[in-house]
């Protein structure tokens, strides 16, 4: 894989994480909204944190479709978990939330299993790449009654 395939997939989860990281800190801003009081909502997006959270969650959105042109949905999703990481370091420290033991310990889980999941290639082969193309059952039955 190139180092701009890397680059990516860390935008991905560097994208997503600072995105919902700049949201949640513009909601606590804003305060509480519901669907019954849509002009909070709308008040809500105007927040300046907010916005900025909604652009980098485009952009998120933007690296994830490149990064699914060229490899597997079984990959790129696992390897987008590095943002678990950086959500929990920036709600620890910029954001001053307490992420306690369990947390911790089921991003630890999260992340090894993710080690294993993004061992293998990046997208699974073409059909017949490097096998011999299987008949399908129709051009078998053609040649049978021949």
């Known amino acids: 894989m190139t180092f701009r395939k890397y680059l990516v997939l860390a935008g991905v989860a560097v ?4 995105g919902d990281s700049l949201i949640s800190s513009g909601m606590k801003q804003t305060g509480a909204v519901s669907l019954a009081r849509l002009p909070s909502i709308i008040l809500a ?6 916005a900025l959270g909604v652009v ?5 959105f933007a690296s ?3 990064a699914l042109s ?13 943002g678990y990481v ?4 920036i709600a620890k420290f910029l954001l001053h939330e307490h992420v306690s033991p369990t947390r911790w310990m ?3 889980l999260i992340s090894t299993g993710v080690a294993f999941a993004t061992s293998g290639p ?25």
């Open 122 to 146: 990046a997208s699974t082969p073409a059909p017949g790449a490097g096998e011999t193309e299987k008949p399908d059952a129709e051009a078998v039955s053609v040649e049978v009654e021949r």
């Open 70 to 82: 060229w490899a597997d949905l079984t990959y790129v999703l696992p390897a987008t978990s590095l």
């Open 106 to 108: 089921g991003i630890l």
């Open 86 to 89: 950086l959500v929990a370091l």
């Open 15 to 18: 994208f997503a994480a600072a």
């Open 64 to 66: 994830y479709m490149m």
């Open 56 to 60: 980098f969650l485009l952009a998120f």
């Open 45 to 50: 997006v105007l927040n300046p944190s907010v």
